[in-house]
């Protein structure tokens, strides 16, 4: 039988969650990247980056969970409900970036646009990078990484040699 403490995975460090979460969550953001523009053929462009935005976050919150922080299983519903907090700050960076786009460009590519959610895309990922790492998987590193104290008896050789030997002198010292 496995004990908590042997299910749960070292937390990694700054540099190796970093990395990770460039894999994971870059990977889950390229592929929204694509499901966006696919998606933004049949619906108002802000509705598909919100669906998308919802699923892809489910998806690396897991990612996140299960690999980037080494949380060691999935992910809590306080840790999805605290990364979709800054999910919603991410939708509003690619929002408002695709939007700045429209106002500068008339009639922007595919392949600008492309670029443009990226760059705002990876803006917001650093952000949600550091807001994960503080904050949402924070809590369960420090858990993982404390030790559990146990309250060790005292040695019965220790406990009489400290006790007075005389029952009187108990009554005395008090």
């Known amino acids: 039988m496995e004990t908590a403490q042997s299910q749960q995975q070292a937390a990694p460090g700054a540099f190796t969650a970093f990395a990770r979460f460039v894999l994971c969550g870059g990977g889950v953001g390229l592929a929204s990247s694509f499901a966006v523009a696919a998606l933004a053929a049949w619906l108002p462009w802000v509705l598909a980056n919100a669906l998308i935005t ?28 605290q990364s979709a907090g800054s999910a919603a700050a991410a939708y509003v ?63 019965a050789t220790v406990a009489r040699a400290s006790a007075p030997t005389d029952p009187a002198a108990l009554c005395r010292a008090a």
């Not at 897991?62 to 992910?75: D, K, M, P, Y």
């Open 54 to 81: 919802v699923v892809s976050t489910l998806l690396a919150t897991e990612l996140h969970a299960r690999f980037t922080f080494g949380a060691g299983g999935r992910a809590t519903w306080r840790q999805h409900a």
């Open 93 to 155: 960076v690619t929002c408002t970036a695709m939007l700045a786009l429209q106002q500068v460009v008339a009639a922007p590519g595919a392949v600008l646009e492309q670029l443009v959610y990226l760059f705002a895309s990876g803006f917001a990922g650093i952000a949600r990078f550091a807001v994960l790492r503080l904050v949402v998987f924070a809590r369960h590193r420090s858990q993982s990484a404390a030790t559990v104290r146990t309250v060790r008896p005292l040695n």
